[in-house]
């Protein structure tokens, strides 16, 4: 979607649901596995309120978990990204 959509309602957010899940062919970003009905939820970023994505329940719960660990534990001192942690943490687990 190019233009801005507010998501002041529930029908808001359903609809704008369904199109973003219809564009991600049905499939979870993150693993990459079909979504089934009623596991679909929108993933956004807490400080701006973007959407990201349609994710499944259980991604977007770990993604939350991996998020406030980054702010309370390693965001403070660590100059990198979390992105940039992540992909240190697969280098030194091979």
């Not at 979870?28 to 309120?49: C, F, R, S, W, Y």
Request: aromatic letters at 8%.
């Amino acid at each position: 979607m190019t233009d801005a959509v507010h998501l002041y309602t529930t029908a808001d957010v359903a609809r704008t649901r369904k199109i973003l899940l219809e564009k991600q062919g049905n499939l979870d970003p993150i693993t990459n596995l079909p979504i089934p009905e009623g596991q679909a939820v929108l993933d956004h970023d807490h400080k701006t309120q973007y959407v990201r994505a349609v994710l499944h329940r259980q991604s977007n719960a770990v993604l939350g978990k991996l998020e406030n660990l980054w702010t309370r534990y390693l965001g403070w001192w660590y100059t990198g990204s979390l992105v940039d942690f992540l992909r240190g943490c697969i280098v030194t687990g091979k």
